[in-house]
């Protein structure tokens, strides 16, 4: 069977639920990968089976909802929930050549 490719917007969808679900949505075979498409960051799904249905990538951007507030309690006691919030990373300085 043939392996189609296509893109998925990344906006609202955690990477690690992408990753973990996509085999229940796409099929056994399918694999995703971080993907910028466009200058948008999203996934590449390469699968042999059905593309992600409208209701399917509403499903992941629930889950991924779910599993980032989980993520920001996990990382604090307090009552606020704040999801996404600013994490530091080293800064590589680019150098023209």
Same mark, same amino acid.
């Given at each position: 069977?043939?392996?189609?490719?296509?893109?998925?917007?990344? %906006?609202? =969808?955690?990477? /690690?639920? =992408?990753?973990?679900? =996509? +085999?229940?949505?796409?099929?056994? @075979?399918?694999?995703?990968?971080?993907?910028?498409?466009?200058? +948008? @960051?999203? %996934?590449?799904? /390469?699968?042999?089976? $059905?593309? &992600?249905?409208?209701?399917?990538?509403? @499903? &992941?951007?629930?889950?991924?909802?779910?599993?980032?507030?989980?993520?920001?309690? +996990?990382? @604090?006691? /307090? /009552?606020?929930? %704040?999801?996404?919030? $600013?994490?530091?990373?080293?800064?590589?300085i680019r +150098?023209?050549?």
């Amino acid at each position: 069977m043939a392996q189609n490719s296509y893109f998925v917007p990344g %906006f609202g =969808i955690s990477r /690690t639920v =992408i990753q973990n679900e =996509i +085999r229940y949505h796409c099929g056994p @075979d399918a694999i995703v990968r971080p993907y910028t498409h466009q200058g +948008r @960051d999203g %996934f590449l799904v /390469t699968t042999a089976g $059905p593309a &992600l249905t409208k209701a399917q990538i509403q @499903d &992941l951007k629930d889950a991924s909802r779910e599993y980032e507030e989980k993520q920001a309690q +996990r990382g @604090d006691d /307090t /009552t606020e929930l %704040f999801v996404n919030k $600013p994490v530091p990373v080293g800064q590589k300085i680019r +150098r023209s050549g």
